[in-house]
C-alpha cells in the first residue's frame, strides 16, 4: 500500500510504534483558561483529569481518523491497515452480501442502493495489464460489478466535465476579480484542488497557499453530490440509502472521501462512501476467481459517454491529471481575451505533437513534470495568460516556495503531488519488474493509454451534462445558490505541533 508517490518518505515495514505526530492518547477540551488541573494515569493505564479539589474525571481515548492523516506514508503498514478498514473492497463485498441476504429474507426494500463510479484512469491502468482496449474494459467491469450486485456503474469523466465547467467559470471570476494581477492573496493565481496528497499537504503544511486554492470539488466529489443528491431525489430514496463506491487510481482519494465537507449531518452518511483503489479492484477479482479477460461485455449505464456509432469513449483534452489546465486555459481565453484556441490543441502542444503561433510551452530546467503555458496576445505577442503543470512533490515545494516568496508569474496552476500525474498514482497497478526504467515505461504506457484511446468532447458539448444542470438547479443552472454550494467546498488550515518532515520513526 502507498499514498502518493511524491509524498512517500521512507519504505515501510510492519514496525507498529505510532510516530508522535500520529498519536494524541487522550482529547482535553481546551476552554480558554487555566483550572490548575493534572492529569495522572492510573493503574489500569487510563488517564484521569484532576481537579483542584481533587475529582478525578476519566479521559476520553482521542481517536485517529483519514481526517488526521498527512498521506506521507510515515505511518507503519499495520496501522495503515486499521485506518483504512471502511475504505476496501472487503467493505464493498460485505454490502453486497448484506444485500443478498436482505433480499433472500423478504427485506429487498431494505437493501441498500449500490453505485459504483470508476476513473478513466483506472480503466487505463486495467486495460495496459490486460492489454484490452478501454471501452472494453469499461463494459466488462460493468458485467462483472452487476453480476455482483451493483445497482449503477457510472464513469467518472462524466462529472470531471462539470469540474472543468465550474473551475473554468471559477478562474475566470477570480481574473476579472483580481484584473489579472498574480498574488494579491485573494483571487490569484489559482491552485487546482483535485489531488487531495497535495491538498493534504497544503492544508497541514503551507496554510498560506490555501487562499489560492480552487474552490470546485475533484470529480470524485462531484460524482458524490451528484449520486447522493441528484440521483437520490430521482429515484425517490433518501442519500443513507445509497451506498457509494469509487475505484480511483490513487490510495489519497480515500483521504478525500473521508473528509468532514463531504458528510452529510442530517442523514449521517458521505458522499463517497467507499473508495477502492484500481489495485483492490484487481485483487477483488483475484480472490474471487473472476476473471476480466473472461467477463462478457455490458451495456454502458446512461452517465457513461459512450458513443454507440463509434464506439467511443469520450474525454476531456489533456493528462491524466484531469485536464484542468488545458481546458481552463482555453476558455479563459475564449472569454477574457476573444481568442480562440481549443483545449484539445493545447494539449497537443504540450505533447510536442503540435505547433500554435498564440501558445508557447517550455520544460522548467528540462524537467516532463514542470512545464509552463503561456497564452501570447495575437497583435502585441505579450503574455496573456501564464499557466503550469506541475506534478511531484520535489517541485511543488519549488512551486510553494515561490508562492510564498511572491515570485510565482502564473495565474493557474495544475498541481499532482505524483510524478507524471495521475497515471502514476499510487493506487494503480505496477509493474511486474520494480526497475525504475521498467516502472518509468509502465506509466509513460499507461498514459498513453489514457490520452490516445478516448475522443475529446468539450464538456459544454456534452447533452447529458446540460440536462443534468438544469433539471437539478432549475433555470439559473450553475448560477444557482444551490449550485453554488454543490459544486464547491472549503479548505482548513492546520497548525501542526511538530514539523511532519523531521518526525523520527
Known amino acids: 500500500m502507498s499514498f502518493s508517490g511524491g509524498l512517500r518518505l521512507t519504505d515501510l515495514n510492519d514496525y507498529i510504534t505510532p510516530g508522535q505526530e500520529c498519536i494524541k492518547p487522550v482529547e482535553v477540551k481546551k476552554t480558554g483558561q487555566s483550572n490548575g488541573s493534572q492529569i495522572k494515569i492510573g493503574q489500569s493505564g487510563d488517564y484521569y483529569e484532576v481537579s483542584k479539589d481533587g475529582e478525578e474525571t476519566k479521559l476520553e481515548a482521542a481517536r485517529i481518523t483519514l481526517n488526521d492523516c498527512l498521506a506521507c506514508s510515515g505511518c507503519v503498514t499495520s496501522a495503515e491497515a486499521v485506518l483504512i478498514t471502511m475504505q476496501s473492497h472487503h467493505e464493498l463485498i460485505s454490502v ?30 486495467l486495460a495496459h495489464k490486460y492489454k484490452i482496449p478501454t471501452l472494453s474494459v469499461a463494459k466488462r467491469m460493468t458485467a462483472v460489478l452487476k453480476a455482483m450486485g451493483v445497482d449503477n456503474v457510472f464513469d467518472s469523466a462524466f462529472t470531471r466535465d462539470l469540474t472543468l465547467v465550474e473551475s473554468a467559470r471559477e478562474f475566470v471570476d477570480r481574473y476579472k476579480r483580481s484584473k489579472g494581477n498574480v498574488g494579491d492573496g485573494l483571487s490569484l493565481p489559482v491552485l487546482a484542488s483535485w489531488c487531495p496528497g497535495w491538498v493534504c499537504y497544503a492544508e497541514k503544511t503551507h496554510a498560506e497557499v490555501l487562499p489560492w486554492m480552487s474552490t470546485t470539488r475533484s470529480a470524485q466529489q462531484m460524482m458524490g453530490t451528484v449520486v447522493k443528491d441528484y440521483l437520490a431525489k430521482k429515484i425517490s430514496i433518501t442519500p443513507d440509502r445509497i451506498y457509494h463506491v469509487a ?36 485483487r477483488m477479482l483475484s480472490e474471487s476467481s473472476t476473471s476480466l479477460l473472461d467477463a462478457p461485455e455490458s451495456a454502458l449505464d446512461p452517465l457513461f459517454k459512450a458513443d454507440a456509432a463509434n464506439g467511443q469513449l469520450y474525454s476531456s483534452a489533456g493528462s491524466s491529471a484531469g485536464g484542468g489546465l488545458e481546458y481552463v486555459m482555453s476558455y479563459a481565453a475564449r472569454a477574457l481575451f476573444g481568442i480562440d484556441v481549443s483545449a484539445d490543441h493545447i494539449a497537443a502542444v504540450g505533447r510536442d505533437e503540435a505547433q500554435h503561433p498564440l501558445i508557447r510551452v517550455k520544460a522548467v530546467r528540462n524537467q516532463s513534470d ?4 503561456v497564452l501570447l496576445d495575437p497583435e502585441t505577442q505579450q503574455p496573456r495568460l501564464q499557466f503550469a503543470a506541475v506534478y511531484g512533490f520535489r517541485h511543488l515545494q519549488n512551486l510553494v516556495r515561490k508562492l510564498k516568496s511572491g515570485r510565482s508569474v502564473y495565474h493557474y496552476v495544475e498541481v499532482a503531488a505524483c510524478p507524471s500525474a495521475c497515471s502514476n498514482g499510487g493506487g494503480q497497478i505496477q509493474p511486474d519488474d520494480p526497475s525504475p526504467a521498467a516502472k518509468k515505461q509502465w506509466v509513460a504506457e499507461t498514459e498513453h493509454i489514457y490520452t490516445a484511446t478516448s475522443a475529446y468532447q468539450l464538456p459544454e458539448h456534452n447533452p447529458a451534462l446540460k440536462d443534468l444542470i438544469y433539471d437539478w438547479f432549475g433555470p439559473e443552472g450553475l448560477d444557482s445558490e444551490l449550485a453554488k454550494q454543490a459544486l464547491h467546498t472549503q479548505f482548513h488550515g492546520i497548525v501542526a505541533k511538530v514539523n511532519p518532515l523531521g518526525v523520527s520513526w
Do not use: W
Not at 370 to 373: D, G, P, Q
Open 96 to 125: 453486497l452480501e448484506e444485500n443478498r441476504k436482505l433480499r433472500s429474507q423478504g427485506q429487498g426494500d431494505q437493501a441498500k442502493h449500490v453505485v459504483v463510479t470508476v476513473a478513466p484512469q483506472s480503466r487505463a491502468s
Open 247 to 282: 475505484i480511483m487510481m490513487c490510495y489519497d482519494k480515500k483521504l478525500e472521501a473521508s473528509r468532514d465537507d463531504f458528510y452529510n449531518d442530517i442523514y449521517k452518511t458521505r458522499d463517497i462512501d467507499c473508495v477502492v483503489t484500481t489495485g483492490e479492484f484487481d
Open 370 to 373: 514542470h512545464r509552463e503555458f
